[in-house]
């Protein structure tokens, strides 16, 4: 039996325009129709529907760390996405030895392999944040366990089938020996190669490119940083249409007024990210992040004991909202967080409403907040049924309201 999802307005692609119905039949868009709902259709009273959120750098959240998880853990945050309106997201792991990370790599598989087949957010594979990095922008990455991303290093990741199939994404430094050579293997390999805690100069930042690099992980954080002589890092990736550029915009990591800029010069390549570690979603307390402890404070950032931000507590709705109350328009905010993310990692039936698409949805209110997510045509949370459990703001105060389709997690700064 079809189901027929109808708003007063839609983002289709790059655009919002409505009134607009979206028609899915066993998991997929088959039709998306502009006018007047037709009968039976849910319509939604007010607000705005959009794909599903794509987050392609999620290190865990809600007390998960990805380096250390099992199946009940996974179930976790694959239950808890949905409430940001994440349909879809890439699990990520930090830096350590390439024998760890093959056997956390496992352990993410088994556990995303052991979820049942419907309900919840769905994970994307594998994203490695490391161990091909450098020292010299290392943020709280331990440089001790930084390797060369050498022949036998790629010989081991893409040797291993479990994990060559499922790699979506690779982070690394491209001035460090032998890297320009893993670029052009893992790109050929189907692997997007991102720039990250990289102190490359603009030279060699545009020689990732020219080997098939085509994303920068979490621009600005843990990089040679933009001068008006030398672009380092940033410089070259505003202005390089080759680059996605991922953002953490929780106003903490990149300050309102580099977002505005980065929107400003290039929008229509943005992926909004969140690089939630396991605090995401919880009070301020003591977690995890790769292994290594991390402190969630009051201000809703995590940080190593030395005081260095730690990945984020940032959920993806919040950030599309942070970027909202900025001035950027909301079609491209909300397309930074559906379709370019979606286009990076070659996923054309994610992140867009066409014939085709998975029938990932979410029904936002008038103030950017999920109130109904699907994923493949099924409702996975809805905010006028939903409880409150496991959803904290940065003081550890429960802030989901069912009745009022009120729900976020813990950010750096209010929206």
Known sequence: MDTVVAAPRALLGHSITGPASVRIREGRVVEVVAGDPPPGAQVCGGGLLTPGLVDLQVNGAVGVDFADVDAAGMRRVVDALPRTGVTRFVPTLITAPVAVILRQAGAVLAAAAALPESGGARPLGLHLEGPFLSPQRAGVHDPALMDEPGRAQIDALLGDDLVRHALRLVTLAPERPGALEAVRRLTEAGVLVSVGHSDATGEQTRAAADAGAAMVTH?????????????????????????????????????????????????????LVTDA?????????????????????????????????????????????????????????????????????????????APGAVGDLVWWDDDLRPRRVWVDGEVVFDAATATAADVFDADG?????????????????PA
Do not use: C, K, W
Not at 229 to 256: Q, S
Not at 318 to 339: K, Q
Not at 397 to 413: I, L, Q, R
């Open 219 to 271: 621009l600005f954080n843990a990089q040679r940083p933009l001068g008006h002589r030398e672009p380092g890092v940033p410089g070259v990736a505003l202005v390089d249409e080759r680059f996605t550029l991922g953002l953490i915009a929780d106003l903490a990591h990149v300050g309102p007024d580099v977002v505005r800029l980065v929107f400003a010069a290039a929008a229509s390549r943005v992926a």
């Open 397 to 413: 105060e429960v802030v989901f309201d069912g009745a009022a389709g009120v729900s976020s997690y813990a950010t750096a700064t």
């Open 277 to 353: 570690m396991a605090a995401a979603g919880m009070p301020p307390g003591r977690y995890r992040l790769g292994g290594a402890d991390v402190l969630l404070a009051e201000d809703g950032v995590p940080r190593s004991p030395e005081g260095v931000i730690a990945g984020s507590a940032l959920t993806l709705d919040r950030a599309v909202r942070n970027v909202v109350s900025l001035g950027v328009d909301p079609a491209r905010a909300l397309a930074a967080a559906t379709i370019v993310p979606a286009d990076a990692i070659g996923e054309p039936t994610l992140g867009r409403l």
